[in-house]
């Protein structure tokens, strides 16, 4: 079987990952301090930056679990993806995580210098989710080297645009817009430029088998669980954090009403489906970011989590079928229904509670020019980073080799495809005299 | 194949959780606002109120934890019934919070409002809690319309026992008592009235694979690891927190250690069997739940854990066969091993701790009257509920059905099942052109 | 087939964990109290106990989960030995937490009592990490009887050791050296004394299959995520805390690059190897313990978990095998790479950070005697717990049932295994009329 490209990593990879740490290390020597409390308290007692870090590092550890976890396992429901799946998503956030400190800390220098504080650690952690969306978008179809080169673009580009909105005064304190659907549009642009013609009827891998889906569903459910976390972690701290909060955890359980009655209604026979499950549940978690904090009464939130919960199902029934079919865009994950539409009805939903007055100083305007140039700004630059992506020599799989871990990975034989028992079992011995 | 009943769930489901959804979202917009604070520190400084609020958020996240997770995955050791276990665990969960919001909070007005807090979002999560342990009585044998009409009279019910066991003046910090024996005896009392003759023998498909027993075990190990958040999440700031923490903390460990030395005990040559390991070594949460915050010492917690441990075990051992064969109550997870008699026994030991005068207020009599009236209150609903239950247009399973997730979900073929590899791939594609 | 060992474990297993069990209640009894609030506020407001507790409380947790979760599922990954490994780590920690409280509080008695706060939960589920350590180290190779008594020696030892560390003066706020050096060489030595010459080259259960592979990423995510926590569980409030949290967190990050990076330098093709991400990630997060708290700047902890990547992962691919084949240490899980080469560089880093004055107070020759002793002693008590360990009567299993649970445990057929679908799952039926 001939390959078109050459997929073996050894070199491009490790010098590709290497450097980039020795990079990152030189660059943190240069820019990166601890937070240093400036105002202690002469009676030895905590202060404010002291109390903050340790109030706000139960929802950091949070976030951290849903973009490690969550993320990671939601995408393993293919069948034999899996390894990429959780494997990658680690890579990519680990890098992610360091490089998003310094993209957004060098718009708020303080000496020169960045200072650490949880803030900037919960912060680090969302930026890495953009990439990780954008990767549902290419699943199965992009090299480590290739996500390794976007996630360093992604960022970037995600820490201007972040940089813009807050500099036009917008509200996003859930981040609808400047993740969720910045890291959909991000990574759908990409996907249309990476557009592969021989998997236009599917390919064999791309599916799930029964444990697949379980181990998915342990993504969806963290991911459901912590997502109060995510919306209200860099909120004021009070009423507003406390709205962020309980408007989320509304939401969140209004959508799942939703995404089922849909699954059923839409499916054959009135089952439900397990796509649906895994990601339109978690719809108004994504939809009621922007407003989250904002008074919108517990009603507000579960209206948006309705809604949600609908269009995300029917997104996964009808518009990923068209976006394949007619825009040339393969969309893995369906990430256009968990996070690009639920991304912009959470824009909309801002743009209505400003007019609506749900935030002192919001303004309904700012808001949609926020909107606005998030999405431009991710099509434009999900579409060069695809162009870089698309050249010929960053191990890209060949078609027939995607959605499988054993181009990238050494995969263990599960016992009933061994040809010979013993002799597969010898090799994957650790220990060879 | 003839089925008795009608399956097929598309409008009867749809239109049921639609509407229900509308319906909670209305009584939201009459009824639910945030709690804001009534006295704001002039200073600017957080109020008691907020510091509760992000004080409690970790132990609330806990409990969030075993809701979706702990009870969702633990169900899912049936080989063929994960998808149902996790996804109608999720379903069940997410209508019963915004419901025993209101059931909880109807009984404590403010000025016709429910305030929502964060002792209010965990005792919601709280109510869930007696549906998903009934769930796990009659998993396998009933449709998601079934469960969402359970979970609506079932919180209900167990709302107004709650308040009855308040008014009474009875300690159960932890809910041995008005969680876990009353969602056991609610469940059992529904299995009663639900008894299938025709599965007296057993049903193939009621048995797990040995991955979904490890799938099982992350239920397991969630739940043992947050059980001192979820006794103690609403006990009063301080000692009595501290100590409802630390009781379950040992209780629990004894457990675990008298759990498998009667699992080897009664097994064929000393074996350890899964559904013991799952399920007993929980049992010391449960029983301990009642007199968490009491001052029994640490060595009285483990007492209790150590006598639970062996009733769980011989539980599943020699009880829940004779329910089945001689009550005809087929309790498929055991809960009433796991929630039922650890349960009793929990309402026992806060019975016995009243007289020991390790709780002030505190009366023997009083607690003996609440753990009588749960159980009572229990089996009645129960029974209510299963008659309910029973009517032949709920979409339940016919027999030979029973304990497979293909009859209400659209499940994969794995590999080795599909008569033609390429012919299944397809159908399961995505993206079809 | 002829069994050279008893391993029906029916009354040796039940009768020493009752055992334990007791004893464990009545010491207890004795020596053990709730810690009670000395210096109550007179205004009825939280004193500085109470808040320490809830502060630590979520930190607690996380721990707790590595304990549980990241512990028991990383040593899942083995193809038939999940049950052991999830299902013994939880038995092994339930009863090393009831017995490290005792042995490391009777170096702190007050009034003759250990008086139990947040902080002794805290390091009593530390005392467990040793033992967990060591088990990854014989995994496969014995049976539940010889890992009680392991927890027993192993707990005691390590208290010993860790108060001769305190004493000396030495600094190591995440253990590095006296958890994950003294669990790794403790665990090789006894892995020593019981070496297996029938296993040299191997045995067909010792590896992996794909779904196996994906249970081990839930433990090394969870690990991953919450080491943070672990190397500030126990740091002294405020900048201190702080650090540890910043300095691990990059660690880690760091780490992940250059594990990946050099698991496709040494492999096959540039392949990743499942073995190297599920171990070699974590490594940042041991060697950067001892001076987690320490002045470092987040580069400096950086270049700690970019140099404990690649030594890990070489040590993986080159140093087991060594040491299986030269030394005849057969060590399963790899732990001399995850926990000892990294905990010897922790150690290292330690007295280096001490030389340079990132901490006041440390000395760089104290640093150095605390990681000799803490070896040295591990490898003694490790040798002798070995030696009490290959008594021949502790029901070890035979070399060709090593890595098997179906020797210890019931195990549920697998479909394709089933010679007759429907006789075998009856035989599972829990209800049997």
């Given at each position: 079987?001939?390959?078109?490209?050459?997929?073996?990593?050894?070199?491009?990879?490790?010098?590709?990952?290497?450097?980039?740490?020795?990079?990152?290390?030189?660059?943190?020597?240069?820019?990166?301090?601890?937070?240093?409390?400036?105002?202690?308290?002469?009676?030895?007692?905590?202060?404010?930056?002291?109390?903050?870090?340790?109030?706000?590092?139960?929802?950091?550890?949070?976030?951290?679990?849903m973009?490690?976890?969550g993320f990671?396992?939601l995408?393993?429901?293919?069948?034999?993806?899996?390894?990429?799946?959780?494997?990658?998503?680690?890579?990519?956030?680990?890098?992610?995580?360091?490089?998003?400190?310094?993209?957004?800390?060098?718009?708020?220098?303080?000496?020169?210098?960045?200072?650490?504080?949880?803030?900037?650690?919960?912060?680090?952690?969302?930026?890495?989710a953009t990439?990780l969306i954008s990767?549902g978008a290419?699943?199965?179809?992009?090299?480590?080297?290739?996500?390794?080169?976007?996630?360093?673009?992604?960022?970037?580009?995600?820490?201007?645009?972040?940089?813009?909105?807050?500099?036009?005064?917008?509200?996003d304190v859930g981040a609808s817009m400047i993740i969720h659907a910045f890291g959909a549009y991000f990574g759908l642009?990409?996907?249309?430029?990476?557009?592969?013609?021989?998997?236009?009827?599917?390919?064999?891998?791309?599916?799930?088998?029964?444990?697949?889906?379980?181990?998915?569903?342990?993504?969806t459910?963290?991911l459901w669980?912590?997502w109060p976390?995510f919306n209200?972690?860099?909120?004021?701290?009070?009423?507003?954090?406390?709205?962020a909060?309980?408007n989320t955890y509304f939401s969140l359980a209004a959508c799942v009403l939703t995404a089922y009655a849909f699954s059923?209604?839409?499916?054959?026979?009135?089952?439900?489906?397990?796509v649906h499950i895994q990601n339109a549940t978690l719809a108004g978690g994504v939809a009621v970011g922007t407003c989250a904090?904002?008074?919108i009464?517990?009603?507000g939130a579960m209206t948006i989590g309705f809604i949600a919960g609908i269009i995300s199902t029917l997104g996964f029934k009808f518009v990923t079928?068209?976006l394949?079919?007619?825009?040339?865009?393969?969309d893995?994950c369906g990430v256009h229904n968990l996070h690009g539409l639920p991304g912009l009805l959470g824009g909309l939903a801002g743009i209505v509670a400003?007019?609506?007055?749900?935030?002192?100083?919001?303004?309904?305007?700012?808001q949609?020019?926020a909107l606005?140039?998030t999405i431009?700004?991710a099509?434009?630059?999900?579409?060069?980073?695809?162009?870089?992506?698309?050249?010929?020599?960053?191990?890209?799989?060949?078609?027939?080799?995607?959605?499988?871990?054993?181009?990238?990975?050494?995969?263990?034989?599960?016992?009933?495809?061994?040809?010979?028992?013993?002799?597969?079992?010898?090799?994957?011995?650790?220990?060879?005299?």
């Amino acid at each position: 079987m001939a390959l078109p490209f050459a997929t073996n990593m050894r070199f491009k990879f490790s010098s590709l990952a290497l450097s980039l740490q020795v990079i990152l290390i030189i660059l943190f020597a240069i820019f990166v301090s601890y937070d240093t409390p400036h105002h202690e308290d002469s009676h030895g007692n905590s202060t404010h930056q002291e109390d903050e870090f340790i109030k706000l590092y139960p929802l950091f550890q949070d976030v951290h679990v849903m973009i490690f976890i969550g993320f990671g396992f939601l995408m393993t429901f293919l069948k034999r993806y899996g390894f990429s799946s959780v494997g990658i998503n680690l890579l990519i956030a680990a890098l992610g995580l360091q490089w998003g400190t310094l993209m957004q800390g060098l718009w708020h220098l303080h000496d020169g210098q960045i200072n650490i504080d949880i803030k900037k650690m919960i912060n680090a952690d969302f930026s890495t989710a953009t990439v990780l969306i954008s990767f549902g978008a290419v699943l199965g179809k992009t090299s480590a080297v290739q996500m390794l080169i976007m996630a360093i673009f992604e960022i970037a580009i995600f820490a201007c645009n972040e940089h813009l909105v807050v500099t036009l005064g917008a509200f996003d304190v859930g981040a609808s817009m400047i993740i969720h659907a910045f890291g959909a549009y991000f990574g759908l642009a990409a996907a249309r430029v990476l557009y592969r013609p021989a998997l236009k009827n599917g390919h064999e891998n791309e599916g799930s088998v029964y444990h697949s889906d379980l181990f998915a569903m342990i993504g969806t459910v963290f991911l459901w669980m912590f997502w109060p976390s995510f919306n209200s972690a860099i909120a004021e701290a009070g009423i507003d954090q406390q709205r962020a909060i309980i408007n989320t955890y509304f939401s969140l359980a209004a959508c799942v009403l939703t995404a089922y009655a849909f699954s059923s209604l839409v499916e054959h026979k009135g089952k439900l489906d397990m796509v649906h499950i895994q990601n339109a549940t978690l719809a108004g978690g994504v939809a009621v970011g922007t407003c989250a904090d904002m008074n919108i009464h517990p009603y507000g939130a579960m209206t948006i989590g309705f809604i949600a919960g609908i269009i995300s199902t029917l997104g996964f029934k009808f518009v990923t079928p068209f976006l394949a079919s007619k825009l040339k865009i393969q969309d893995t994950c369906g990430v256009h229904n968990l996070h690009g539409l639920p991304g912009l009805l959470g824009g909309l939903a801002g743009i209505v509670a400003a007019m609506l007055g749900a935030k002192e100083g919001a303004s309904a305007g700012i808001q949609a020019a926020a909107l606005a140039a998030t999405i431009g700004v991710a099509l434009v630059g999900g579409a060069i980073t695809g162009f870089i992506l698309k050249l010929p020599f960053w191990g890209q799989p060949p078609d027939q080799n995607c959605y499988d871990d054993s181009l990238y990975w050494e995969v263990p034989l599960d016992e009933e495809e061994q040809p010979n028992h013993y002799q597969e079992d010898q090799s994957k011995m650790k220990v060879d005299a």
